[in-house]
C-alpha cells in the first residue's frame, strides 16, 4: 500500500478525486444509461457473498422482460484510467466454448397419484444448453482467456496489474449467483412460461479497453486493438431455486465492456423482440428440448 502524507487533505483534492477517479460517479453514469434504454435496475444493495458469507455491496443489478424472455445481468463498473487500460488476450473460441445456457421455467405439473411430491420440491427451473450455430458465442470468434492492466511506472518502465479487474470480476461473479437463483422463481405469480438467463458484466470508459489475438499454437496473429466488448470464458455453474431443488445454470461467459459497449449490447439484443431471439434463439431451444 502506498504511503500517504500526512498533510490535511483540501476540498480541491477530493474534488480532483471526484472528477477523475471516482468509481461511483462512473457507476451513475451507466445506471442512467440503463434506465434510460428501459432496463429495469437495483442499484447499489447488499448480498451475502456465497463464499465467505459475508455482506456485500453490489454496483447495478438489471432486468429485462419481452414477452416471456427474460434476461438478468449483474453489473459492476471500474472506472479506470485513461494511463492504465485493460489488455484481454484471446484466442479463437473452440467448439466445447461456443455455449450458452438458459431456463425454461414453469409451474410443474401436480401429481395426483397416492405418491403425489409436494410442488416446493420440484423444480421450476430446467436448463436448456444452447450451442452450435445457435449459440451467442459463435465457435472460433475471439474468447478472452487473460486479463490485464498495463501502463508505465515513475520511471518509465512498463508496470502491470490484475488485482483491480479480479476484485471486480470477482464481485460480478459473486453478485450472478443470487441472480440465477432468482430464476427459478420466474412466473410464479401468474403461472407463466418462461425463458429466462444471467449475463455478468464488467463496465469500464470508452478507449479503455485492448484486445490481442493468439492462434492455438501461441503465435501472435494481431496486433492490440482497441474494443468497445470482450467476452471471457469462465464456464462457471449455480444454483437455480433453493439449492435443494431446481437445476443448474452454467454461465459460459462474463462479458467485459466500455460504456458505448454497454449501451450497444442492450441496443442489440434487449429492447426488441428479434435482438432477444439472438439470446433465446427458436430452433436452438428446439433443439435443446429434443435433447
Not at 419481452?66 to 489488455?87: G, W
Not at 436448463?127 to 450455430?133: A, H, P, R, V
Request: charged share 25%.
Amino acid at each position: 500500500m502506498a504511503k500517504i502524507k500526512s498533510d490535511p487533505v483540501s476540498c480541491a483534492d477530493l474534488l480532483e478525486y471526484l472528477n477523475s477517479c471516482s468509481d461511483f460517479s462512473f457507476e451513475l453514469s451507466v445506471l442512467k444509461m440503463l434506465r434510460d434504454s428501459g432496463v429495469e435496475c437495483e442499484h447499489g444493495g447488499h448480498y451475502e457473498d456465497p463464499v465467505t458469507k459475508k455482506s456485500r455491496e453490489f454496483d447495478i443489478r438489471a432486468i429485462k422482460t419481452i414477452d416471456y424472455r427474460r434476461v438478468r445481468m449483474a453489473v459492476e463498473c471500474k472506472n479506470i484510467r485513461e494511463n492504465f487500460p485493460i489488455l484481454v488476450s484471446c484466442v479463437p473460441r473452440h467448439e466445447q466454448e461456443s455455449y450458452h445456457q438458459i431456463a425454461l421455467v414453469h409451474e410443474p405439473k401436480t401429481d395426483t397419484s397416492i405418491y403425489q411430491v409436494h410442488s416446493s420440491f420440484q423444480p421450476r427451473a430446467k436448463t436448456l444448453n444452447i450451442e452450435g450455430k445457435y449459440s451467442f458465442y459463435e465457435c472460433g470468434k475471439p474468447v478472452g482467456k487473460s486479463t490485464v492492466q498495463v501502463g508505465r511506472s515513475m520511471d518509465g518502465s512498463l508496470c502491470f496489474n490484475d488485482s483491480e479487474l479480479y476484485e471486480k470480476w470477482g464481485q460480478c461473479l459473486s453478485s450472478a449467483d443470487e441472480l440465477v437463483g432468482r430464476v427459478n422463481w420466474d412466473g410464479e405469480n401468474n403461472n407463466e412460461l418462461y425463458f429466462s438467463t444471467v449475463f455478468p458484466f464488467v463496465v469500464v470508459p470508452n478507449n479503455r479497453l485492448w484486445m490481442v489475438i493468439y492462434d492455438e499454437n501461441g503465435n501472435k496473429i494481431s496486433d492490440p486493438t482497441q474494443t468497445d466488448r470482450c467476452s471471457c470464458f469462465i464456464d462457471k455453474e449455480y444454483s437455480m431455486g433453493n439449492g435443494i431443488t431446481g437445476d443448474q445454470l452454467r454461465l459460459s461467459h462474463v462479458e467485459i465492456v466500455t460504456f458505448n459497449g454497454m449501451k450497444k449490447f442492450i441496443a442489440d439484443h434487449l429492447i426488441t423482440a428479434e435482438g432477444m431471439a439472438q439470446i433465446f434463439p427458436q430452433q436452438g431451444i428446439a433443439d435443446a428440448l429434443r435433447n
